[in-house]
């Protein structure tokens, strides 16, 4: 049996499914192949000369299938080739980039032909993927240095020989780029019919199928999350257009205004030239008393001279008369001082209701204003905040498929826990730096199982090394590091065990499900977590040795009282005060947060237990408190 026969051999065993062999020249190998027991062997040769040797040599054979045509590369219906008097030589390459000596002098000529494309070749077949199915292709290779588009149909092959002297370079003009299928040193021929074996990658097709729904997933958030930015712009369009309108009815309001501005001017020039009026009535006023007055003191003097002299009837008759006229001027004067001050009073009255309205609109106009910039605000962020959100969800997801994809892993997830991923950074940053002999957390989940990675990480770096601080005894001399997590809720007690279970670290962790009952912490009632008894155990386990404790308050929930999570520090302080413990409180930017810091604070003053303090930047906020430090 020939070296191909026998390579085919090797790599399909009984399963051998269709051989397509390209280039089949006068049939030489046709018994050898017989002798696989092909399912269906498809021959395709160009030459009529050749074609009819390798018909008569195939007539004893039903599995045989035959085509006298050109196979030409990927979507070429139509090319030159370059033709010998022997046409075993025939070949798409010209003759000048032939690799073979053996054709430098042969006479040949150029002509023009059609043919198939491999790909539709491949198509009308309707191979079955099911079995190992191989190509043969013992056709001029000369020109497999020249690129060409990838050839996906060549993926129903499960291996491709290549019969040419000349070493493969990873790409053929016939089945373009093959990053599909990858070499397989090996089974490569160094005889006297030389040739290079593919194998099809499989583990490659799966990964770039899953990469391609990977990406139409991405696309059709992208999609999604454009979508929601166009919404939002319609609506800042549509607030513009509101602001727009405001601002033309404040232009309006202030045209008014204006106008009554200008009003007012013009009533207050009136008000202030009936009060020169007024000022002149007075002026005159006072003159028509003073001449009243001397009026009268000459009234007097001619009473005086009438009484003495008896005899001056007319001329007392004229000053009586002089007299009634000018009382009645008086009376004329006194009219028009009433008439003026009502005007005044009037243009004062009317001066005030002007303003209050002038007061009242503009009031108005701010409040129609500040509400529509704050529910614009308000819808912005939301949208912003939603895409963010989904970006941000949609990069953790693709990065757990790459994990998967590179290490057959499931990554935890880290964005809407309890705590951010710049928070768990932050902690295994402390774990590596401070050398924790136990790690204790208030509430479990997905930080249980970083824990217990860290501390079983921690524990294989210093296995070749003695230690004396852990969480677990074995016995008097040996400690192991732990974890202990404290949870009151009984679904998400089973649901980290599950957990734990699926992802490993559960040796390094005693989860202990610790219901709420009520508790008092500085002479208040609360509901925490019923952890004292495993506490008192720890302090029992560590009463020969100073040790170092890293505590993670992220619990219980503020829905259960207000300043839920205050009696963590007293629990501590009473079992385990005389160690070395860093609490790490989560959400610190909260106001109740806030408050319980300072309380604590105040606790370890009045206990003289010293302490130092650190705030931790992150999306959330964190406050780290260091008992004896």
């Keep these: 049996m020939e070296p191909l026969a026998s390579a085919i051999q090797r790599v399909a065993g009984s399963e051998l499914g269709t051989i397509c062999y390209i280039g089949a020249g006068s049939g030489s190998w046709v018994d050898d192949i017989a ?131 000349k070493e493969f370079s990873g790409n053929h003009y016939l089945l373009g780029n093959s990053s599909d299928f990858i070499e397989c040193p090996q089974v490569t021929s160094q005889d006297l019919l030389p040739f290079t074996m593919l194998i099809r990658n499989n583990a490659k097709l799966c990964e770039a199928k899953r990469l391609e729904a990977t990406r139409q997933k991405l696309n059709k958030k992208l999609q999604e999350l454009e979508s929601e930015l166009a919404g939002a712009e319609e609506a800042l369009r549509t607030y513009e257009t509101q602001n727009k309108e405001l601002v033309q009815q404040k232009n309006k309001v202030i045209d008014t205004l204006s106008q009554r501005d200008n009003e007012l001017i013009s009533k207050n020039d009136a008000l202030s030239e009936l009060n020169d009026k007024l000022t002149n009535a007075q002026g005159d006023l006072e003159e ?46 006194k009219k028009e001082l009433a008439t003026l001050q009502n005007q005044l009073s009037i243009a004062i009255e009317s001066t005030k209701i002007t303003d209050t309205s002038l007061e009242t609109i503009t009031e108005q106009l701010k409040r129609m204003q500040q509400k529509a910039l704050a529910d614009l605000e308000g819808k912005l962020h939301w949208k912003i905040d939603k895409g963010l ?71 294989k770096e210093e296995s070749h090394r003695e230690y004396t601080s852990s969480t ?120 109740e947060e806030k408050m319980i810091i300072a309380k604590w604070k105040k606790t370890l003053e009045g206990r003289f237990v010293p302490f130092e303090e650190e705030d931790v930047p992150c999306e959330k906020g964190a406050y780290v408190l260091r008992l004896n430090p």
């Design 389 to 459: 959100n989904n970006a941000v969800k949609q990069v953790e997801s693709f990065i757990g498929v790459q994990r998967f994809l590179e290490k057959g892993e499931l990554s935890m997830e880290f964005h809407g826990w309890p705590i951010s991923s710049d928070i768990a950074l932050f902690l295994l940053g402390q774990i590596k730096e401070r050398d924790y002999d136990l790690i204790i957390e208030f509430g479990s989940g997905t930080s249980t199982q970083l824990f217990a990675k860290a501390m079983e990480l921690k524990s």
């Design 288 to 333: 028509q008393k003073k001449r009243h007055a001397t009026h009268k003191e000459r009234a007097e003097k001619y009473a005086a001279e009438l009484v003495e002299l008896k005899g001056a009837n007319e001329k007392v008759k004229q000053l009586e008369k002089d007299l009634a006229g000018q009382v009645s001027v008086n009376t004329e004067l």
């Design 35 to 165: 002798v696989l027991k092909p399912t269906k062997l498809l021959a395709y040769e160009a030459s009529e000369e050749l074609f009819s040797a390798l018909k008569n040599k195939c007539k004893k054979y039903d599995f045989v299938e035959l085509h006298n045509q050109w196979v030409l590369p990927k979507g070429v219906h139509e090319c030159e080739v370059t033709s010998y008097k022997n046409p075993r030589y025939d070949s798409l390459v010209p003759k000048q980039n032939s690799f073979s000596h053996a054709k430098s002098n042969l006479h040949y000529i150029v002509q023009h032909v059609s043919g198939i494309p491999l790909e539709q070749a491949i198509d009308a077949q309707n191979i079955d993927t099911s079995k190992k199915n191989v190509l043969i292709l013992d056709v001029d290779a000369e020109l497999e240095e020249q690129t060409a588009d990838a050839n996906d149909n060549l993926r129903v092959f499960s291996s491709i020989f290549i019969v040419a002297k």
């Design 472 to 591: 677990k005894i074995d016995d008097e001399n040996t400690i192991v590091r732990s974890v202990v997590s404290f949870e009151h809720n009984k679904k998400y007690f089973e649901k980290t065990q599950q957990l734990l279970k699926q992802k490993g670290g559960g040796e390094q962790v005693n989860l202990v499900h610790a219901p709420l009952i009520d508790v008092e912490s500085n002479g208040e009632s609360f509901l925490y977590y019923d952890c004292e008894t495993e506490l008192n155990n720890i302090a029992s386990k560590f009463a020969k040795h100073s040790a170092r404790i890293l505590v993670l308050v992220d619990g219980p929930p503020g829905n259960t009282g207000p300043l839920a999570r205050l009696p963590a520090l007293n629990k501590l302080l009473n079992a385990l005060g005389h160690h070395q413990i860093d609490i790490v409180l989560d959400d610190s930017e909260r106001t």
